[in-house]
């Protein structure tokens, strides 16, 4: 069984910085890609960030430019910086995989809140 463990969220002011992190852990043969995924209170969740085996990147819009995301593939696990945040950052930020265990299966992590606020 496959598991991604999150953490890093937390309280920032706007403007300020935070770093999430989350390892897979469990029986793999590949991961690709890696990704953040974000869910604000009444709205669907969206695409923050993915980031492939490579290195190749892709970023939601509203984040290019102040989120950069990263992986260690020796570790497997994912990062991502935060900086310059604002309040509409606000959010569960959700750690996504996808999976070679025999099939390619998608895999999520629990969730991690972040909040900006003064």
């Known amino acids: 069984q496959v598991q991604l463990v999150e953490s890093g969220g937390g309280l920032a002011q706007p403007g300020g910085s935070l770093r999430l992190s989350c390892a897979a852990s469990?029986?793999?043969?590949?991961?690709?890609?890696m990704g953040w995924y974000r869910q604000a209170p009444g709205k669907q969740r969206e695409l923050v960030a993915t980031?492939?085996?490579?290195?190749?990147?892709n970023y939601a819009d509203s984040v290019k430019g102040r989120f950069t995301i990263s992986r260690d593939n020796a570790k497997s696990t994912v990062y991502l910086q935060m900086n310059s945040l604002k309040s509409e950052d606000t959010a569960v930020y959700y750690c996504?995989?996808?999976?070679?265990?025999?099939?390619?299966?998608?895999?999520w992590g629990q969730g991690t809140q972040v909040t900006v606020s003064s």
């Open positions: 469990g029986r793999m043969f590949s991961i690709d890609p």
């Open positions: 996504n995989a996808r999976v070679r265990v025999g099939p390619m299966l998608n895999y």
């Open positions: 980031i492939t085996s490579g290195g190749g990147t």
